[in-house]
């Protein structure tokens, strides 16, 4: 997209983003630059928040219904441009690109918009960039595309199926390849389904500061129906919130976090008790750190180590929030040995381990089209490396508990066989030991953890629970 003011309705003369108020126009903005760097889609919507503050709510549906399904679709929908295309989709400039995705996504994906209004609305897109010629190919693609749908075919399921699944369910065919490989292609079939569905936004109760009942009654009026969740204390899913999470006044006023259920299960595994020195290692925003101090009962010390320190700012901030008292934040890089000197030996240990992130891609689709098979082998050894450097900050009879969202062997048993085999001091602990019996629904025979989409409806994570017995 040119980026000059004049032709970037996003850009004021200033160069500062300004309001927009045409949905379609907003989500161009988001897929060009998610295009243009190596940022996530995260970063790219808290870059663009002031264009999309301009839309209604309404319109900011629609603008999260076009970025989030053409990123989950984007390789099928490139599929069909190439059957209509008189060009290769590398000769088409990434802009134009995107208004073809955004316009086929509405006719293929979206019953409410009339088709002739998803062509009208791609036009004027291109126009806008002033590309005249452009404004005529992408017309004639899109209606001959309407005229002519046959044209597009799948890839026989039969001859076929990596083929077929990588384009029918838009994944990377590498993974769609490797999950045929582990599952067999009828669960990679409902896996990767479930991965283009759009994730339940899922409630962590805040027992500081209120009971689940007394939750459930100040979010009645909210959204259109609270679930709450048998196989996970404290859960509440929230289906069609009337208004924004962060303008809910029981939001702003502390009486609930925003986490996936598996993310939850996390935190019960490892199931910190009130009084106990605990470390999260890769905090974060503290989405687990605050749980943990929450089944602490607030009482106690959590040390929150991260490498980043906005995000120790922020977890600050959601501390706060919450009424947590006894987090103590700390900046450290897992990369390197820790001084051990300056750290207290820990009763319990989370390890939330950066990872290929795999297993959460209904919650962030870009990360298809920017993961590798390489980035697998990679985070494992990153994550090998973590644990050798915590091994030593455990007590004795202490609890640690190793967890990724991705579902991928390496980054799983891989990295736990490996850490068991160079720490003879250390064994996974078994099911009587658990604390919380509600995790034991989601551990196999081997005392893992695990979650998936297709299975469980949460996020895929994968965690261990490991105790220092000398």
Known sequence: MATSSARNPSRDRSGQNRPITDPRAAALIVLDRLDRGKATLDAVLDDTAPIIMGLSRRD??????????????????????????????????????????????????MDRIPPSAAVNTAVNLVRAQKAPKAAGFVNALLRNALRDPHRFRLPDALASPVD???????????????????????????????MNTIPPITLRCNGLKNSLAELVEALTDQ??????????????????????????????????????????????LLAPRPGETVLDACAGLGGKTTHLAQLMNDRGIIVAMDNVPAKLIRLENEAHRLGVSIIRTRRADLDRPLPSEALPRFDRILLDAPCSGLGVLRRNPDAKWSSQKADIARSAGRQARFLDHLAPLLKKNGMLVFSVCSMEPEENEGVI???????????????????????????????????????????GFFAARLQRTR
Not at 418 to 445: P, Y
């Open 60 to 109: 900011r549906a629609l603008f999260n219904q076009l970025v989030y399904g053409v990123l989950r679709r984007r390789l099928r929908l490139d599929a069909v441009v190439g059957a209509y295309a008189d060009r290769p989709l590398k000769k088409i400039s990434p802009p134009i690109l995107n208004i073809l995705r955004i316009a086929l996504f509405q006719i293929l994906f």
């Open 223 to 268: 959204a259109e129906e609270i679930q709450t969740l048998d196989n996970l204390p404290g859960g509440v899913n929230l289906i069609r919130p009337r208004l924004p999470i962060p303008e809910m006044k029981a939001f702003v006023d502390g009486r609930f976090s925003v986490q996936d259920g598996a993310a939850q299960l996390v935190s019960l």
């Open 164 to 194: 077929h699944i990588s384009v029918s369910h838009a994944f990377p065919h590498w993974l769609a390849s490797r999950w045929i490989d582990r599952m067999g292609v009828a669960e990679t079939q409902r896996l990767c389904a479930a």
């Open 417 to 459: 066989k490996t850490f068991l085999k160079n720490h003879v001091n250390f064994a996974i602990t078994d099911a009587q030991s658990v604390e919380e019996k509600t995790v034991l629904t989601f551990m196999d025979e081997n005392g893992f953890l695990r979650t998936a989409p297709h299975i469980h409806h949460m996020d």
